[in-house]
């Protein structure tokens, strides 16, 4: 079954404002990870986030999980042009290696 | 350059064809997937591999035939192709078998379209 819904669909930013995307999921996780994906590319991973962690850094990302609301935000400040991007959301759960993506969110961001 | 590629990039058909898409990834990885993504964007599993053991096979019409040569290798064969088989597919490769804690590594996707 999938996981991984992201929201919203689409955001449109201008260019140092911050963008926030969050992701659901339906069941228990081994980990939450976020990727991009570049038009015609293929998903590049940005940041991985256990289930015992409740935020994580990565230059100008934030990642917050939530396992009671099984929810997850990232956040990227002081956006540029060049994060015009889909972003997903992938879970993974306690058994296998196997991650679940959801159709992602798609960002523009306005020079 | 150590990465996940995939042959060919793009693959224009005729329904009912019978089509063959390559992935190998020189990084060392224990398991290997082949993803499909529609026109809505939507990325769903279709096979993973483990050292050339099918893992997961999710719900895929049995004209979708993964093969693995060696655990470098993890082509995909489809026959009889329809109008719905038109998406891009990815193949991606993740460095351990089972512990569900590694990112993955994706190819540049090929897109197939059937006329």
């Known amino acids: 079954s999938q996981q991984g819904e992201e929201d919203p669909q689409a955001l449109s930013i201008q260019e140092g404002e911050n963008a926030t995307m969050n992701c659901s999921y339906k069941?228990?996780?081994?980990?939450l990870q976020w990727y991009r994906q570049n038009s015609g590319r293929g998903l590049v991973h940005l940041i991985l986030?256990?289930?015992?962690?409740r935020e994580k850094h990565s230059g100008r990302l934030r990642v917050t999980l939530d396992t009671s609301k099984k929810s997850s935000s990232l956040l990227i400040t002081a956006s540029r042009a060049a994060d015009t991007a889909s972003y997903f959301c992938?879970?993974?759960?306690?058994?296998?290696?196997?991650?679940?993506f959801g159709a992602g969110t798609r960002l523009t961001v306005k020079p | 350059d150590t990465a996940v590629s995939q042959t060919p990039k793009y693959l224009v058909t005729q329904m009912g064809n019978d089509k063959s898409i390559k992935c190998e990834q020189n990084?060392?990885?224990?398991?290997m997937y082949w993803y499909k993504q529609d026109s809505k964007k939507f990325l769903k599993i279709m096979f993973s591999?483990?050292?050339?053991?099918?893992?997961i096979n999710e719900t895929v019409p049995n004209r979708f035939s993964p093969k693995s040569p060696d655990k470098a290798h993890l082509n995909l064969h489809i026959n009889s192709l329809e109008l719905g088989d038109s998406a891009v597919y990815f193949c991606?490769?993740?460095?351990?078998?089972?512990?569900?804690?590694?990112?993955?590594?994706f190819g540049p996707g090929t897109r197939l379209t059937v006329l």
């Open positions: 986030i256990r289930s015992n962690e």
């Open positions: 990084l060392g990885h224990d398991t």
């Open positions: 591999y483990n050292n050339k053991e099918l893992i």
């Open positions: 992938a879970t993974g759960p306690y058994n296998n290696n196997d991650m679940r």
């Open positions: 069941t228990s996780i081994n980990n």
């Open positions: 991606a490769s993740t460095p351990r078998g089972r512990e569900g804690r590694n990112e993955q590594f």
